[in-house]
T-cell receptor, first 113, second 115 residues
Framework: KNQVEQSPQSLIILEGKNCTLQ??????????LRWYKQDTGRGPVSLTI?????NTKSNGRYTATLDADTKQSSLHITASQLSDSASYIC????????????FGSGTQLTVLP | EPEVTQTPSHQVTQMGQEVILRCVPI?????FYWYRQILGQKVEFLVS????????KSEIFDDQFSVERPDGSNFTLKIRSTKLEDSAMYFC?????????????FGDGTRLSIL
C-alpha cells in the first residue's frame, strides 16, 4: 500500500531556531515529492516540488532534500519565524498517475516567541 | 497572485440532502481536483478532471459524487444523498497544463457539516 509517514507529529521551537522535519514514503512508482504548508483553516500551499533526480531544492528559508534510494525526504526551516507555525505536509505523486497525490499526516510546527 | 476560490466556506446540510460545493479555479489552469480532509485526518484525493472529463477517481468517489464544469469557470462537486461520514473539509485545487510536477494550487476549502 502506498504510504507517506512523517515525523515528528508535532514540534515546538523558539523563534529564530532551525528545525528539520522528516518524511518516509513507500509510494511506487514515484514521480515527485512535494512539501506543503497548511495554516489552520486554510488550504495547503506548495513550498517545494522535487523529482526523483533532484536531491535538494530551496524556497527562501525552506530547504527540502530527497533521497530516492532510501525513500526519505526532509524539510529544513532556517531562522524560524512566528508565521512558520503551521502543519507541514509531505505529499508524494505516483508516476503514471500524475494527477493523484498521497498525503502524509503532517508535522504540526509551533514557533514560540 | 491569482487564487482558487471556494464557496461556501461552511455548509450545513441535513443527512440525505444533496449538496453542491463550488470552486473557481485559476483562470489559465486546465487540471482540476477535489480533495477532502476529515477532521484530524490526512488529506485524501477524490477526483481529477481534465478536458471536461474525469481523469482519475479514488474509491471514495462513489456514485453519490459527481463533478461538473458547467460554464468554463466554475468547477463543482455534488454529493447526491449526503451521509454523516461526508462531514469533512473539501478542497478544490487546480494547476497549469504541462509537466506533471507543476504545483497544485488549493482553495481554502468548504467545511461540510452533515446533521
Amino acid at each position: 500500500k502506498n504510504q507517506v509517514e512523517q515525523s515528528p507529529q508535532s514540534l515546538i521551537i523558539l523563534e529564530g531556531k532551525n528545525c528539520t522535519l522528516q518524511c518516509n514514503y513507500t509510494v511506487s512508482p514515484f514521480s515527485n515529492l512535494r512539501w506543503y504548508k497548511q495554516d489552520t483553516g486554510r488550504g495547503p500551499v506548495s513550498l517545494t516540488i522535487m523529482t526523483f533526480s533532484e536531491n535538494t531544492k530551496s524556497n527562501g528559508r525552506y530547504t527540502a532534500t530527497l533521497d530516492a534510494d532510501t525513500k526519505q525526504s526532509s524539510l529544513h526551516i532556517t531562522a524560524s519565524q512566528l508565521s512558520d507555525s503551521a502543519s507541514y505536509i509531505c505529499v508524494v505523486s505516483l508516476s503514471g498517475s500524475a494527477r493523484q497525490l498521497t498525503f502524509g499526516s503532517g508535522t504540526q510546527l509551533t514557533v514560540l516567541p | 497572485e491569482p487564487e482558487v476560490t471556494q464557496t461556501p466556506s461552511h455548509q450545513v446540510t441535513q443527512m440525505g440532502q444533496e449538496v453542491i460545493l463550488r470552486c473557481v479555479p485559476i483562470s489559465n489552469h486546465l487540471y482540476f481536483y477535489w480533495y477532502r480532509q476529515i477532521l484530524g485526518q490526512k488529506v485524501e484525493f477524490l477526483v481529477s478532471f481534465y478536458n471536461n472529463e474525469i481523469s482519475e477517481k479514488s474509491e471514495i468517489f462513489d456514485d453519490q459524487f459527481s463533478v461538473e464544469r458547467p460554464d468554463g469557470s466554475n468547477f463543482t462537486l455534488k454529493i447526491r444523498s449526503t451521509k454523516l461520514e461526508d462531514s469533512a473539509m473539501y478542497f478544490c485545487a487546480s494547476r497549469l497544463p504541462g509537466r506533471e510536477n507543476q504545483p497544485q494550487h488549493f482553495g481554502d476549502g468548504t467545511r461540510l457539516s452533515i446533521l
